[in-house]
């Protein structure tokens, strides 16, 4: 089987596991029981994988836990991060869930022990609250103890079922990539809430990209950070598209939502990036920013939410934030966009580059808007603006754009690319394929002007425009009309006139003869 086909019928299984067992539970809501469970799943074969260290002879699933030294899960969790025993991993507990009484109790136990056995060590923050969301007494699952143990039941049984094939092999990989596949599936039948949680994979991919042209293992990056990085799908298309070596200190990003927080951690777990390489804080980035003592970043990715409202000039000592001050101004409090936008720019390295999906609104709007895109032209950060297709995303059909910031600039022109019919159609919603990526990124690196896609504006011109940085104000439309020829026209009207005397002359003359009858 090809590893495409191994993973359509991967996706089609995990999918038919959470239709068959959420009942009447929303989809949505049951999400963390299916993605938790698989998390469950992962982490137990992981630590198995290293206890075991490859040795043929040892069995960690069998192994007496009476002869497990207080030495050896003290290296276990300085490494991994947390300790499983041999009772507590999920091939245990899932050969013995149809008749566990006390399955959903069990359960809570084993996860509250994993997330306790990182107290006190450096992992003890990535660790802790991993498993809130997978409430496993909860009425959701069923009115009764054994309808919760059964339906608990059937998502162990589920899941073990998966060939994930030899974990050395491939099985990183495919967790990461079914637990991707879940999270956009449910995110696209989940309305705008979804959408809070997911960046679609061609987006997060074009992103990636962009911060990170031009790197290699000769020119590296120190580390990749997104503030608002919701299930951290923004982060980890930079770790897939390039090698980890290029990506020197790992991973680091902050979510408000408790539920996309834990997710995020998974998510990194699942891709096999180790606790010590990424740092992912829970709380409000405007308010609250948790990595100030870790910037600068050669590489920021953001998808934050478009235009929530926020303090903004209510708080009198947010304008004196070294992350707004220099602007001189607060974005709205009706609409958040720019307090992102100049929060990325102050955690931004003099050499990096920072890609940010923006509401098109932002880069026409006056007053406080418009001095802060006052600010970052003539400060010569905004290197290029994109306008993207419609439809990308859940949960809004919007055009959104991708404003692109750097400190270390060679010219003060400004580029802008109308990428807007560059997508393919599907079902729900339109998507870019590889081909439309490549010409997007082809655009940027050239950064010269074709006709229709991508113009080169030097600075003096957007000062002229107000400092509008509508693509649409630099990069004029193809007219697809169809040219009319007026010489043709008009011959073709004369005939035609021509043609119509004629056959009122034949009517006339009929309707004569007719009356002489």
């Not at 006190?120 to 923050?125: H, T």
């Not at 802008?416 to 599907?426: M, T």
Request: glycine share 6%.
């Amino acid at each position: 089987m090809s590893e495409q086909s191994q993973r359509q019928e991967l996706h089609r299984k995990i999918w038919s596991i959470a239709d068959d067992v959420r009942g009447a539970v929303d989809g949505w809501d049951f999400k963390q029981y299916i993605l938790g469970i698989l998390f469950y799943r992962f982490i137990s074969e992981n630590f198995t994988s290293y206890i075991e260290g490859g040795d043929p002879d040892i069995n960690y699933a069998e192994y007496p836990e009476d002869m497990i030294t207080d030495d050896i899960k003290d290296d276990a969790v300085k490494t991994k991060g947390y300790f499983i025993y041999p009772s507590q991993l999920f091939a245990n507990v899932a050969k013995n869930a149809r008749t566990n009484e006390d399955l959903n109790t069990h359960l809570k136990e084993i996860f509250d022990e994993i997330e306790s056995s990182a107290v006190g060590y450096a992992s003890e923050n990535d660790i802790k609250g991993l498993f809130d969301d997978v409430d496993t007494r909860s009425n959701r699952l069923g009115n009764t103890v054994p309808e919760r143990n059964k339906r608990l039941a059937d998502i162990l049984e589920g899941i073990a079922s998966l060939d994930f094939g030899n974990f050395e092999d491939n099985k990183i990989d495919l967790f990461g990539d079914a637990y991707e596949y879940l999270i956009s599936n449910y995110a696209s039948n989940a309305g705008k809430s979804g959408g809070e949680f997911f960046t679609p994979q061609n987006v997060s991919k074009l992103l990636a990209r962009i911060v990170m042209l031009g790197k290699d293992e000769k020119n590296k990056i120190n580390k990749i950070y997104d503030p608002a990085c919701g299930s951290g799908s923004l982060l980890l298309q930079a770790k897939k598209q390039f090698t980890d070596h290029i990506i020197e200190d790992g991973f680091y990003g902050q979510e408000i939502n408790m539920t996309t927080y834990n997710l995020a951690r998974m998510n990194m777990f699942l891709h096999n990036i180790n606790y010590d390489k990424f740092s992912i804080e829970r709380g409000d980035t405007l308010l609250d920013p948790k990595h100030g003592n870790e910037k600068p970043f050669d590489a920021i990715v953001s998808n934050p939410p478009y235009s929530i409202k926020w303090v903004g000039s209510d708080d009198p000592t947010l304008i004196n934030d070294d992350r707004f001050a220099p602007a001189g101004v607060l974005a709205p409090k009706s609409k958040a966009d720019f307090a992102f936008i100049m929060h990325s720019l102050s955690y931004l390295s003099s050499k990096g580059r920072a890609a940010i999906v923006t509401f098109p609104g932002i880069f026409y709007r006056g007053g406080a808007e418009k001095k802060i895109r006052q600010y970052l032209v003539d400060g010569n950060f905004v290197e290029a603006v994109i306008q993207l297709p419609d439809n990308l995303f859940y949960g809004t059909s919007i055009a959104t754009c991708i404003l692109i910031l750097a400190k270390n600039k060679l010219t003060t022109d400004t580029l802008f690319i109308d990428a807007s019919k560059e997508f393919k159609k599907e079902t729900n919603n339109n998507v870019l394929t590889e081909e439309n990526l490549e010409r997007i990124l082809q655009g940027f690196a050239d950064a010269k002007d074709i006709p229709h896609f991508v113009s080169v504006v030097p600075y003096e011109k957007i000062v002229e425009q107000d400092y509008t940085l509508s693509v649409s104000t630099y990069v004029e439309k193809e007219d697809t009309r169809e040219k009319i020829d007026i010489v043709k026209l008009n011959q073709e009207i004369s005939d035609t006139v021509k043609n119509i005397d004629r056959l009122r002359a034949e009517i006339d003359k009929i309707v004569e003869e007719l009356n002489n009858v």
